[in-house]
T-cell receptor, first 114, second 112 residues
Framework: NAGVTQTPKFQVLKTGQSMTLQCAQDMNHEYMSWYRQDPGMGLRLIHYSVGAGITDQGEVPNGYNVSRSTTEDFPLRLLSAAPSQTSVYFC?????????????FGEGSRLTVL | GENVEQHPSTLSVQEGDSAVIKCTYSDSASNYFPWYKQELGKRPQLIIDIRSNVGEKKDQRIAVTLNKTAKHFSLHITETQPEDSAVYFCAASEDGGFKTIFGAGTRLFVKA
């Protein structure tokens, strides 16, 4: 099992460019989520999904889009990148009803917006 | 929505001493309180958790306490070791992990 796989690991963008951070999991978890981590601010929830076809906003959703067409994948899209979106992004999953509530994190994607 | 506050932001202790990190939460509907450890350049990993029907839980050198009335929960690490040096996050959620909200983190330094 690969667990939670994020790609790319590193990315540099210019202001206004678009990109998609990929998250794939092979644990058959229903719940998937995206966090951003900034120094001194912990992990802030961007968007989450409780299953295919269902997404919702977290604490800091502005500037980000998500979709969930399959159980395995939960991509995070930046339509027009801004320097304020420079951060480390983590995808996290949990099995919800069948599990304890523990979040399983990917290795993270470091994004720099110039 | 839920808001989790964590203190202190930085904690330095001597090897062998105890370390205590405290958190408060705002949403009385939260019923699951995990603690994650993040080593430099790594992903966060769960070290211990507690549910709202339990007041205290212990796992070897780490323990968590929960005061539902005051909406406080704490992490206690005894006999600290240099490998305990990391950033620790408290968090709160409803329904066992759903929409988990994190505190800002505590950077723990254990001096040998």
């Amino acid at each position: 099992n690969a667990g939670v796989t994020q790609t790319p690991k590193f990315q540099v963008l210019k202001t206004g460019q678009s990109m998609t951070l990929q998250c794939a999991q092979d644990m058959n978890h229903e719940y998937m989520s995206w966090y951003r981590q900034d120094p001194g601010m912990g992990l802030r929830l961007i968007h989450y999904s409780v299953g295919a076809g269902i997404t919702d906003q977290g604490e800091v959703p502005n500037g980000y889009n998500v979709s969930r067409s399959t159980t395995e994948d939960f991509p995070l899209r930046l339509l027009s990148a801004a320097p304020s979106q420079t951060s480390v992004y983590f995808c996290a999953t949990t099995p919800t009803e069948r599990g304890t509530g523990e979040l399983f994190f990917g290795e993270g994607s470091r994004l720099t917006v110039l | 929505g839920e808001n989790v506050e964590q203190h202190p932001s930085t904690l330095s202790v001597q090897e062998g001493d105890s370390a205590v990190i405290k958190c408060t939460y705002s949403d009385s509907a939260s019923n699951y309180f995990p603690w994650y450890k993040q080593e430099l350049g790594k992903r966060p990993q769960l070290i211990i958790d507690i549910r709202s029907n339990v007041g205290e839980k212990k796992d070897q050198r780490i323990a968590v306490t929960l005061n539902k009335t005051a909406k406080h929960f704490s992490l206690h690490i005894t006999e600290t070791q240099p490998e305990d040096s990391a950033v620790y996050f408290c968090a709160a959620s409803e329904d066992g992990g759903f929409k988990t909200i994190f505190g800002a983190g505590t950077r723990l330094f254990v001096k040998a």
